[in-house]
């Protein structure tokens, strides 16, 4: 299994809108909140994508506001099991799809990207198993975490994504309490260590990115892993009109980094210049405000795990340079200009 | 079976004519699925199942099959993989026992309410803790309340023939349910039998291509499955899986009649065993069944009436048939091999619920973590059953020995 030798463009704008409103495939009048994140990711990555699509959700935010029965805001064949099993009900289908070709019951040329949309809840944690599975048996899917740091759906409790030191509804604030005191796991390195041949992270912030690595993802022939930064107003405190601005601040302090794995080789796809300091992205919220005043040495804690972050992935992305200059795909695409914003590599 | 058949009619002869040949449950289940060839089955070891997708990994390996075999990492997953395969629209089949049909029952209702047509193989076992191997069906009854249809076989023949007719039931349109047969674990799924088999033409005739009326691999049909119910409509949505289990009992008569038609064989929802003019009864499922009427034999032999009732449907509970067969004033002994610890056993407690108007009916427990039921317990029962009825039923305990329960 290797990705695509070819260059793999970010849809453009217009296009997107173009698909946008003569073939939609997620629809309004959901009940996501106002400027959540999830719906800007949803949609990108629906509309960047050539081939019909077959989506399953997890359950979480996205799956509760967008199919109150019996309405749907969703134009293409989508099915919910449950929370921790979105990997394997998608690797059941994607199985199927293959059974039925090699029994002629369905044509062999009818391409169909199957996406996975699951919460940082319904992947690093309770549905871990389940990708772990699916990303070793070699499914040909696409799996998307949209990682908003917690388990909102539910009433904003911390998961195994949520950030050291954020409030949380279970990690509270209190007298012997500076919220979240766990450090985040590295889900994107564990889905790495499988393997497989398209890993990458990105963000809401960057949805020019994000296209492009869902093109990517669309076109590897087997499992491609896609963590998406996911601004959640309602649990990070932060206003809906910021919702693209908190994220970049995500980017742009290298808390959140814009890289890929292709078949094993990263890639730094942004280096924020100058990389901002991590209390930029800290202060933009309500669930770390706390920090602002009695908070010991962890503000330096998070900014030298930061550091040592930005300083690995460098690291192992020099390293992996050679293998990207061979490769037609490693030349940047160029930023669309309509939108200013970082500098794309 | 006298056949004399030139070796080079064989062919043509395998279409027409059964088989028979010494199988284990197991491998007659495996068997079963080979004829069948589903286009999915995701797996998962667990004891005493695991030689059901051992044998049935062989036949992939051999390429007797078209399925898209899946090497799961639970059952959880194997259940999850099942439900999106069978939605897909994919004839998906896969077998589990005890702590593996506990991990997977959180989707096996999921199955049910999504309609999902998977079909089951249950290795009946015992649910930790302790840990136990061996047959019981505590595990089937975590299924009892899930909307799928639960039966029971009583040999490995019957698994066989069960496991045949288990699609039929799973994808007709008034069914779209989950589907599980049972066989007791070891009794059943490690003994090796006379087993008939079918013709694959045959079964492939009888089974028929898979259907579901939506796939979701169908991209130009888009549909929503698995949304969110609120109050306004959930209920709605799970009568539906009830009145459809419930309809499935006609299915089944139906279903049943075809298949003895083609078999010889008739596997309705319950089986009668010199009921006739019997004034005691004992009701069971699973390979007790067998231990029974043998002792109905010898009773009989010393001139007692008495009769066995065998249920191979316990879901739906076959409500009709067991009334059509029973004669009020009869005395009922249930013998089963599960527990709910603070109430009565589950099979005790729905053969009651109907029967204890115009019947003396008592519930006993036998065979926990495979524990062998003999002779001598069964006819406990029937001895019981000649003493006045006590009210309310005590719950006795068979092969606990004098003591009774501590
Ligand atoms: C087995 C199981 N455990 C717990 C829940 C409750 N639950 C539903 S959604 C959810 C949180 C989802 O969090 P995440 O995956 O991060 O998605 P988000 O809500 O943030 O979109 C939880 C805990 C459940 N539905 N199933
Ligand atoms: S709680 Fe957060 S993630 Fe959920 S819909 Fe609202 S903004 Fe979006
Ligand atoms: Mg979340």
Known sequence: MSGPAVPVEPMRIREMARREESEPRFLGGHALCAGCGIPIVVRTILNSIPTPVVVVNATGCLEVATTRYPTTAWNVPWLHVAFENAAASMSGIEAASRALVRRGAIASEQEITFVVFAGDGGTYDIGLQSLSGALERGHRLMYVCYDNEAYMNTGIQRSGATPLAARTSTTPLGVSSLGNMHRRKDLTAIVAAHRVPYVAQASVSDFQDLSRKARRAALTPGPAFLNVLSSCPLGWGTEPRDTVRVARMAVETGYWPLFEVINQHYRINYEPDPRLPVTRWLSSQGRFRHLEHDHGDIIEQIQAEVDEQWRRLQERSAADAHYFAAEIGAVPPPRDATSPGPRMR | ?406
């Not at chain 2, 028979?20 to 060839?37: I, K, N, P, S, Y």
């Not at chain 2, 291509?209 to 119910?229: M, R, S």
């Not at chain 2, 309705?268 to 029974?292: F, K, N, Q």
């Open chain 2, 1 to 406: 079976m006298a056949l004399t058949a030139a070796p080079d009619s064989e062919p043509v002869w395998r279409a027409k004519h059964p088989r028979t040949r010494l199988l284990t449950g197991a491998h007659a289940a495996a068997e079963a699925m080979r004829q069948m060839d589903p286009d999915v089955v995701p797996v998962y070891p667990i004891t005493p199942q695991t030689p059901i997708v051992e044998a049935f990994a062989q036949f992939v390996a051999d390429g007797r099959v078209h399925t898209e075999l899946m090497h799961m990492e639970s059952e959880h997953s194997a259940m999850s993989a099942a439900v999106g395969a069978a939605l897909a629209g994919a004839r998906t089949m896969t077998a589990t026992a005890s702590q593996g049909l506990a991990y997977m029952i959180e989707v096996v209702y999921i199955a049910a309410g999504l309609r999902a047509p998977v079909v089951l193989a249950l290795g009946n076992r015992a649910l930790s803790g302790p840990i136990n191997i061996h047959g019981d069906h505590s595990d089937a009854m975590l299924a009892r309340d899930s909307g799928a249809v639960v039966a029971f076989a009583e040999n490995a023949q019957e698994a066989y023939d069960l496991m045949l007719m288990a699609p039929r039931l799973a994808e007709h349109s008034d069914v779209l349910l989950p589907v599980m047969v049972g066989q007791d674990g070891f009794t059943i799924t490690h003994s090796a039998e006379p087993v008939e088999t079918l013709a694959d033409e045959a079964v492939a005739a009888f089974v028929g291509p898979y259907h579901v009326a939506t796939p979701l691999l169908e991209t130009a049909h888009p549909v929503t499955e698995g949304a969110f119910a609120m109050p306004d409509s959930y209920f709605e949505l799970r009568c539906q899986v009830q009145a459809a289990n419930e309809r499935t009992l006609e299915v089944w008569e139906r279903v049943a009649e075809e298949y003895a038609a083609l078999s010889g064989r008739l596997l309705a929802p319950v089986d009668p065993y010199r009921l006739e003019d019997a004034g005691a009864v004992v009701i069971t499922m699973g390979s007790a069944a067998g231990t029974i009427k043998d002792v109905v034999d010898r009773l009989r032999d010393r001139g007692e009436k008495v009769g066995l009732l065998k249920l191979r449907a316990f879901r739906p509970f076959p409500l009709p048939q067991i009334l059509g067969l029973l004669r009020p004033g009869q005395h009922v002994a249930v013998l089963e091999r599960a527990l709910s610890p603070g109430a009565y056993p589950p099979l005790f407690a729905d053969v009651a619920s109907f029967l204890v108007r115009d019947h003396d009916v008592r519930s006993f427990v036998f065979g926990l973590g495979g524990r062998d039921l003999g002779f001598e317990e069964v006819e406990i029962a029937f001895e019981d059953l000649k003493q006045p009825a006590p009210s309310p039923a005590p719950i006795r305990y068979l092969g606990l020995g004098k003591e009774g329960p501590v």
